[in-house]
């Protein structure tokens, strides 16, 4: 079970985490940020912490956007830009 404190070494603690492992830390730091009884040192510790983990979630979910935006392509039989399905099936006809 991990500590709900501030852990001495943010940078290892967030190795091998999963997205909702690190969403859960961001979330456990904010409400400790808003509670407003930290000493100023570790309030600034929480807030870098919080900041490298707004930066990696932001990368998972970038991933994930390419990720998914593959495999619609793959799936549509698209090779790039962006998905006009509209246009390619003639207005309100159904892609299938």
């Known amino acids: 079970m991990r500590s709900k404190g501030?852990?001495?070494?943010?940078?290892a603690a967030e190795n091998g985490r999963t997205f909702e492992e690190m969403m859960e830390r961001l979330e456990n730091l904010v409400a400790r940020l808003e509670h407003g009884d930290?000493?100023?040192e570790e309030s600034i510790r929480a807030f870098e912490?919080?900041?490298r983990l707004v930066k990696q979630c932001t990368?998972?979910?970038g991933e994930a956007e390419k990720r998914i935006q593959r495999l619609t392509q793959?799936?549509?039989?698209?090779?790039g830009g962006p998905l006009r399905q509209e246009e390619d099936r003639g207005g309100d006809e159904l892609p299938f």
């Not at 501030?6 to 940078?11: A, E, H, R, S, T």
């Not at 793959?74 to 090779?79: D, I, N, P, R, V």
Request: charged share 20%; no cysteine; glycine share 14%.
């Open 49 to 51: 912490e919080g900041i």
């Open 38 to 40: 930290l000493p100023l």
């Open 59 to 61: 990368a998972v979910l």
């Open 6 to 11: 501030i852990d001495p070494d943010p940078v």
């Open 74 to 79: 793959e799936g549509t039989g698209t090779t």
